[in-house]
């Protein structure tokens, strides 16, 4: 129950293509749900978090969709670019508790 | 956005010797941190959350004699790895949120390889 599911494992776009990522849970009382960024030999980077009171959030070229019946959140990555080509994990916690992450998706955006 | 360091970023020792690695939060005061350790083209595996001025919460599996974690101050834990083996290789990382928030910020992470 304390699992987050991700995928796709691995996803190749072209530039200016739409790059999406989903993400399913069961642990109903998740009540944040953050995206992180990761490039290789780096630590994480917070992209975008949402709370299950909204259904979408987007900054800049990015956007969650939260679907709170389905238990399921995505990310989207409109106009994808090379630079974006990263590692991007979903996670899920509980208030001020610890992070549950997905298994990660691989991106690489091709010019 | 709050900035958390760690330190070394990258150790290499000798299998049977102990390596300390520090997180620091730069900007905040973390009354909690988190550590974690990622294999290549893995997740991140939460090991230990570290509590200022009490023990640290070990994750099931995680043997907490051989990763020896101290929260000695608000802005400062530190993760010992005694007795390391080539096992014990792996990017180390740690988190931490400012206080009273639930977002988490990373620290760059530290590659230690035991040979």
């Known amino acids: 129950q304390q699992q987050v599911k991700q995928s796709p494992q691995s996803l190749i776009v072209q530039k200016g293509g739409i790059s999406i990522i989903n993400c399913a849970y069961e642990n109903t009382a998740f009540d944040y749900f953050p995206w992180y960024q990761q490039f290789p030999g780096k630590g994480p980077a917070l992209l975008i978090a949402i709370r299950p009171d909204v259904s979408e959030k987007k900054e800049g070229r990015f956007t969650i969709s939260f679907n709170k019946s389905a238990k399921q959140f995505s990310l989207h990555i409109m106009d994808s670019q090379p630079g974006d080509s990263a590692t991007y994990f979903c996670?899920?916690?509980?208030?001020?508790?610890?992070?549950?992450f997905g298994t990660g998706t691989r991106l690489q955006v091709f010019p | 956005g709050a900035v958390v360091s760690q330190h070394p970023s990258r150790v290499i020792c000798k299998s049977g010797t102990s390596v300390k690695i520090e997180c620091r939060s730069l900007?905040?005061?973390?009354?909690?941190m988190f550590w974690y350790r990622q294999f290549p083209k893995q997740s991140l595996m939460l090991m230990a959350t570290?509590?200022?001025?009490?023990?640290?919460?070990?994750e099931q599996g995680v043997e907490k004699d051989k990763f020896l974690i101290n929260h000695a101050s608000l802005t400062l834990s530190t993760l010992t790895v005694t007795s390391a083996h080539p096992e014990d290789s792996s990017f180390y990382i740690c988190?931490?949120?400012?206080?009273?928030?639930?977002?988490?910020?990373f620290g760059p992470g530290t590659r230690l390889t035991v040979t």
């Open positions: 570290s509590n200022e001025g009490s023990k640290a919460t070990y």
């Open positions: 988190s931490a949120p400012p206080g009273g928030e639930t977002e988490q910020y």
């Open positions: 900007d905040f005061q973390a009354t909690t």
């Open positions: 996670a899920a916690s509980t208030h001020t508790d610890k992070l549950i």
